[in-house]
């Protein structure tokens, strides 16, 4: 039962498994899928006559489809520019901490832990 479920949810959700895969940009996917949301929370509206029930589903729909495409970006770019995530610290780099708006720097051999 449960793997039908998930074969379901899959099947409809996933841009990857669905009949959008057939379409080459991710977000071309994307934005497609965003109608079918915005169309699905529509016609659900419509069958409870009710406004409210449009403007607080289109939202909600807003909200998880735009955090699913910023997690899409960002695992993205992970993967094709990890680069961009690791550029802040090297290893080459000296350490150094901030006091009182000063940079002090330590010592590179040190390894910066108490329980060493």
Not at 81 to 99: D, L, M, N, V, W
């Amino acid at each position: 039962m449960k793997k039908t479920i998930v074969d379901n949810w899959n099947f409809i959700m996933n841009h990857n498994k669905n009949p959008l895969k057939n379409i080459p940009d991710t977000n071309t996917r994307h934005m497609i899928m965003q109608i079918l949301a915005w169309m699905w929370c529509i016609v659900f509206s419509m069958y409870f006559s009710s406004m409210w029930i449009f403007g607080i589903t289109t939202i909600a729909h807003i909200f998880i489809l735009g955090a699913i495409a910023i997690t899409v970006a960002t695992f993205e770019t992970a993967k094709r520019k990890p680069s961009i995530f690791g550029g802040y610290y090297t290893p080459s780099r000296s350490r150094a901490i901030y006091y009182e708006g000063k940079r002090i720097e330590l010592d590179p051999n040190d390894k910066g832990g108490e329980h060493e």
